[in-house]
């Protein structure tokens, strides 16, 4: 992770190798890092040490990771954050005082809440990324707290660029990025899964009904993708009058499918808002 001076030798704490976290970790093993990475499980971190060896600095706890790192991504799960929190506060506050950076992509977490826990003047980036971070391919919404610096915003941007495309949103918003783009993932996933089920209603075998249901989803993001059309517009594309497409999407529109989806991610918004940590 080059660019500004300096920044590329800095010590980075990961606290957290899930999922998310390790997907991260694999993208940021390939930039110019000293990372530190926390995760309580004994297991996870033999196979961490396996899969990284001294390409990784493991420990066990939070406090460990910030007592060597100014910068900690929080790559917990929302119910085990305040504890991490707890420990990188006790830390941060035994140590002379310096600019300190957590990125946080724990859900639901705004970023008044971490500054409520962490010494005062903590800059914190609150990032909500998805499943696709594990191919490289996610979309992350960023947005900074009170104390976050431009330079914060940059280095929160180029650690998930490394797994994705990055946009700042404001944190009133965060809850909707979850809804849409957070949860989204599993919509595509829901979708393509059914295209496999009906293909097998009409006389394919489950193997190709899957094959074809797959490849088609990859094909069609990969053109919605390389194209600057919007995704209506490809729709009518594929659609010829009186053709086979429009078959299909006639019996969409008649069920009201389009009212059913938005009514789901408005379910997946309202959810999120309840879940969400407040100071």
Request: with cysteine.
């Amino acid at each position: 992770m080059s660019g500004e001076p300096g920044e590329s030798q800095l010590p980075m704490g990961l606290v957290g190798a899930g999922n998310m976290g390790e997907a991260l970790l694999r993208a940021l093993t390939g930039q110019r890092l000293r990372l530190i990475v926390a995760e309580t499980s004994a297991a996870k971190r033999t196979a961490l040490s396996r899969q990284y060896g001294s390409r990784i600095e493991l420990v066990t706890t939070a406090a460990q990771a910030a007592t060597e790192a100014p910068v900690v991504i929080l790559a917990v799960k929302p119910q085990d954050a305040p504890k991490a929190l707890q420990e990188i506060r006790k830390a941060w506050e035994a140590q002379p005082k310096g600019h300190r950076l957590i990125i946080s992509i724990a859900a639901g977490l705004s970023t008044a809440y971490i500054e409520g826990q962490v010494p005062g003047k903590t800059a914190v980036v609150r990032v909500m990324p998805n499943l696709a971070a594990k191919v490289g391919k996610a979309i992350s919404a960023i947005v900074g707290g009170k104390w976050a610096v431009d330079a914060d915003l940059r280095i929160a941007k180029r650690c998930f660029t490394t797994v994705g495309e990055v946009v700042e949103a404001p944190e009133s918003a965060m809850d909707a990025v979850t809804a849409v783009s957070g949860s989204g993932p599993a919509y595509f996933f829901l979708l393509a899964a059914a295209l496999a089920e009906a293909g097998v209603k009409v006389g394919l075998t489950k193997a190709i009904a899957e094959q074809l249901a797959r490849q088609t989803a990859i094909g069609a993001a990969a053109l919605l993708a390389r194209t600057a059309e919007p995704a209506a517009t490809l729709v009518k594309q594929v659609a010829s009058k009186g053709g086979t497409t429009e078959a299909a999407l006639k019996v969409l529109t008649k069920k009201q499918w389009q009212a059913i989806f938005i009514e789901a991610v408005k379910a997946a918004h309202k959810r999120a808002k309840e879940l969400s940590w407040q100071p």
